[in-house]
C-alpha cells in the first residue's frame, strides 16, 4: 500500500473545489486553485532537478506560499524540512547541511541571511525565492522566482507512490544538549495525525480555523495546516500574532477553532479592549506547548464563554500524544499531568 501525505489536500479539492481554503490579507485561495499551485509547484521542483528523495527546505512564515511549497514537494516525492524563520544565517547554514536539503524555498524578507547560509552549502543547488507580490516574477540572480518557477511548470498531476514509512518530514528539535536533531516523520505519521485531529477534535467541522502558530513548528503544521484541510475547514492566515490583529481576524472571519501557546491566551485575555470584538463565533480553542495555568485557563473560559482543550505532544509524535475530546468533561484537579479541559 502507498500513501502520499498530499492526499490530504488531494481529496479535499476534489470533493469541494470551491471552498475557501486560506484567507491572507484580501487574498483567497479555493481548494482547486491551492491544489493546482501545489501540483504546478511540485512541477516546477521535477524541472529543476530536484529528484524523489531529494530534501526541500523551507523559510516561510504562515503565507499560502508555505502551503503550496509543503504540498508540492510532497507530489515531487520530495521529503520537507521546515525551518524556524527566526534561524540566523550560521544556524539555516547547519539546518540545510544537516539535513542535505537540495533546495531552499525562502520569503522574500528573510532573503538576506537565507543567502549568506545557501551560498555556504554547496549540496544547496537551488534557492527559490517567494514573494507577496504575485505579479513580481523576478528574483535575485542565481536565485528563482516561487512565482515564476509555478507559472512555467507542468502540473504533476498523479501522486507519487511513497510508501507509509516514507519520510515526508524532517522537523528539527533542540532536544536537551547539543546541536538540533532532526526527527525524521512519515508520511503514515503525518496523515494519520491530521486525520485523528480531524475527526477527534474537529469531529468533521469544516471550521474556519485561525492560524497564528507558525506552520515551521509541528503544532501549526499538524494541527492547524494538516487537519483543518483534512477537515474542509479555511485557514485565515496570521504571519504575526498580536492580541487586537488576532481578535479583529476572529470577528470579521468568524473563527470557530483557535489554536495557540498560553502566552497568546494570556495576551487575549488581558487586552483592554476585547470586548469591543465579536467573539461569539469561537467554538472550539486548543492550547500546547507549554503547561496552562489553570487561572488563565479558567479566566478565558468565563471571558470568551469557550472551554480551551489542552493537549500534549512533542515533534517526535509528528506532534500529538495526547488530546481531549471536545466533548469531555472539565478536570482542573489533574493539571501537572497535562489533563484536559472540554466543552461538557
Known amino acids: 500500500m502507498t500513501l502520499n501525505l498530499a492526499t490530504l489536500l488531494r481529496e479535499t479539492a476534489a ?7 486560506m484567507v491572507l490579507g484580501e487574498v483567497t485561495l479555493s481548494y482547486a486553485m491551492l491544489h493546482g499551485m501545489a501540483q504546478r509547484f511540485g512541477g516546477g521542483l ?20 508555505f502551503t503550496i511549497a509543503y504540498f508540492g514537494a510532497h507530489y515531487a516525492a520530495a521529503p520537507v524540512v521546515p525551518l524556524n524563520v527566526l534561524l540566523t544565517a550560521d544556524e539555516i547554514a547547519y539546518h540545510l547541511e544537516d539535513s542535505d536539503s537540495v ?8 532573503y538576506e541571511q537565507a543567502r549568506k547560509a545557501f551560498d555556504r552549502i554547496a549540496t544547496c543547488k537551488h534557492l527559490i525565492v517567494a514573494k507577496a507580490d504575485r505579479a ?29 514509512d516514507d519520510t515526508a518530514v524532517i522537523l528539527y528539535t533542540s532536544g536537551t544538549t547539543g546541536r538540533p536533531k532532526g526527527a525524521e516523520l512519515t508520511h503514515f505519521n503525518l496523515f494519520y495525525n491530521a486525520d485523528y485531529m480531524s ?13 497564528c502558530l507558525p506552520l515551521f513548528h509541528s503544532f501549526g503544521q499538524t494541527v492547524m495546516q494538516n487537519g483543518t484541510l483534512r ?31 498560553p502566552t497568546m491566551y494570556f495576551a487575549l485575555l488581558h487586552y483592554p479592549e476585547s470586548s469591543k470584538f465579536d467573539t461569539s463565533s469561537l467554538e472550539r480553542c486548543v492550547s500546547g506547548g507549554s503547561a496552562m495555568p489553570v487561572e488563565v485557563m ?18 517526535e509524535t509528528s506532534p500529538v500524544a495526547r488530546t481531549p475530546r471536545a466533548r469531555w468533561s472539565p478536570r482542573p484537579a489533574c493539571r501537572a499531568r497535562s489533563a484536559s479541559r472540554a466543552t461538557t
Open 46 to 65: 521535477a524541472k529543476l532537478g530536484v529528484k524523489r528523495g531529494q530534501h526541500v527546505a523551507l523559510l516561510l512564515p504562515n503565507v499560502p506560499h
Open 298 to 315: 479558567r479566566a478565558f473560559d468565563e471571558k470568551f464563554r469557550v472551554n480551551v482543550l489542552e493537549g500534549y505532544g512533542l515533534s
Open 199 to 211: 475527526s477527534r477534535l474537529l469531529g468533521g467541522h469544516r471550521d474556519v480555523a485561525l492560524v
Open 103 to 110: 533546495a531552499l524555498v525562502v520569503w522574500e524578507g528573510f
Open 231 to 261: 477537515s474542509g475547514g479555511t485557514m485565515v492566515l496570521m504571519p504575526r500574532f498580536d492580541p487586537e490583529g488576532a481578535l479583529g481576524l476572529i470577528a470579521k472571519h468568524r473563527v470557530s477553532l483557535f489554536a495557540g501557546v
Open 136 to 164: 513580481d516574477v523576478t528574483a535575485p540572480e542565481g536565485a528563482v522566482s516561487m512565482t515564476a518557477l509555478i507559472g512555467g511548470a507542468e502540473p504533476i498531476t498523479d501522486l507519487p507512490p511513497t510508501m507509509p
Open 15 to 21: 470533493t469541494d473545489p470551491s471552498r475557501p481554503a
